[in-house]
């Protein structure tokens, strides 16, 4: 069974914290992917990464970055959190060509 | 940059009619096309996929087509059940040497009513 994990289900944090979200596949898995949910916005890419430390940003970069030291693990870094990155953050990880699969999910809440 | 449009935004049928989802795509060198259902509090989950070199895939109530030159593709569920009701998700992906970016369309609520 293929697995992506993320490090925390929920997360509450002060506006201005730096806040970590992490994300770990066990199918040594090429791509590893952030997506924000948000409701009628559907899956927007934050970032992309298809090998250890090569990173691609996707629609919406602005206010995060990303770190793949590990073809396992890739996190997400918001540098300040805002009030209007409260969101559900979700990581998913492919071989090059296939399907991916998605951790369970991080809601974040910046108050 | 690559786009993935998806409609309609939210859909209800009664069990046992067909449901149509349909999503176009910008980037012309897309070439992998999944869907994925995301049920209620769950994380989403590919339930068919289509490669560009292929029109049509069928799979027990669920096909996928693909029309390359209007570049969109269309979920179709036949027999439609209360167990379908979810989110469903179009993707697309360009596969390029050793990237493969995968895009998401808007998202469909499906409402089956019994």
């Known amino acids: 069974d293929v697995k992506v994990t993320q490090s925390s289900r929920y997360l509450v944090k002060r506006t201005g914290e730096k806040v970590f979200l992490e994300c770990v596949q066990d199918m040594d898995h090429e791509n590893m992917f952030w997506y924000r949910q948000d409701p009628g916005l559907g899956l927007r890419l934050i970032y992309f990464s298809y090998d250890v430390k090569m990173k691609e940003k996707g629609d919406i970069p602005e206010g995060y970055s990303v770190s793949r030291e590990k073809k396992e693990r890739f996190s997400l870094i918001l540098e300040s959190a805002s009030t209007n990155q409260t969101s559900m953050y979700l990581c998913?990880?492919?071989?090059?060509?296939?399907?991916?699969?998605f951790g369970q999910g991080t809601r974040l809440t910046v108050v | 940059g690559e786009n993935v449009e998806q409609h309609p935004s939210t859909l209800s049928v009664q069990e046992g009619d067909s449901a149509v989802i349909k999503c176009t795509y910008s980037?012309?060198?897309?070439?992998?096309f999944p869907w994925y259902k995301q049920e209620l509090g769950k994380r989403p989950q590919l339930i068919i996929d289509?490669?560009?070199?292929?029109g049509e895939k069928k799979d027990q109530r669920i096909a996928v087509t693909l029309n390359k030159t209007a570049k969109h593709f269309s979920l179709h569920i036949t027999e439609t059940q209360p167990e379908d009701s979810a989110v469903y998700f179009c993707?697309?992906?360009?596969?390029?040497?050793?990237?493969?970016?995968?895009?998401f369309g808007q998202g469909t609520t499906l409402q089956v009513k019994p």
């Open positions: 998913a990880s492919s071989p090059l060509i296939g399907e991916a699969f």
């Open positions: 980037d012309s060198a897309s070439n992998y």
């Open positions: 289509i490669r560009s070199n292929v």
């Open positions: 993707a697309a992906s360009h596969i390029s040497g050793n990237t493969g970016k995968l895009i």
